[in-house]
């Protein structure tokens, strides 16, 4: 299949079964998006949305989470990963939005960036999921799902990045994020992909050279 047919049924399919993916951190503003998202590097989005309410009551703004210790911060996240780097991380992003951004989330994905705990991944999905920006974040999931299907071959999270931004229709970029996450944290998980019930596996690449050609090995 060229990739340009893959790309198209790609976007067909999960336009009509999930014309509203979204993330599933759980946040009330952008700010709250920003502070989950740094705290979702490595850990779970259930344990996230877990530890978020108190933090959000706590910190409810900027200059509330500027005003306080890493320490005690530390306190409403220690049993997310790396406690210790994300509670300097939140008062750092913090600071800075409220010294140089008058507390406003900024939209470039530059900018982003210049906050404490932030990079590329993170800017993307905060440009995506607030701005609705054509930005595609790459994180485990969002790689190995788009390297099985097919979508691009790329070896780095840039890579795939890149190669799905110029592939996708730009309308869609900043929802098939969403698809493809959370395809890859329920359908196509890393150790056994639920091939059997996939419904995307006639555009699979993975599916076409590892479970069809078993089978009909098998035979």
Known sequence: MLKKERYRQFVAHFSAKQPNAETELHYH??????????????????RINLVTPALFQRFPTPKALAEVSPDEVFDYIRSVSYPNNKAKHLVGMATMLFNDFNSEIPSDIIELQKLP????KTANVIASV??????????THVFRVANRIGLTNGKTPLAVELDLVKHL??????????????HGRYICVARSPKC???????ICRYYERQVKAKIISDY
Not at 117 to 120: H, L, P, T, Y
Request: aromatic fraction near 6%; glycine fraction near 4%.
């Open 130 to 139: 607030i701005y609705n920006a054509p930005a595609m974040a790459v994180d």
């Open 29 to 46: 503003n952008p700010f709250q998006l920003l502070i989950a998202v740094i705290l979702s590097a490595q850990c779970t989005d259930k």
């Open 169 to 182: 229709p730009k309308h869609t970029i900043h929802i098939a994020h969403h698809w493809l996450i959370l």
């Open 117 to 120: 705990g932030v990079g590329r």
């Open 196 to 202: 059997s019930i996939c419904e995307i596996s006639s």
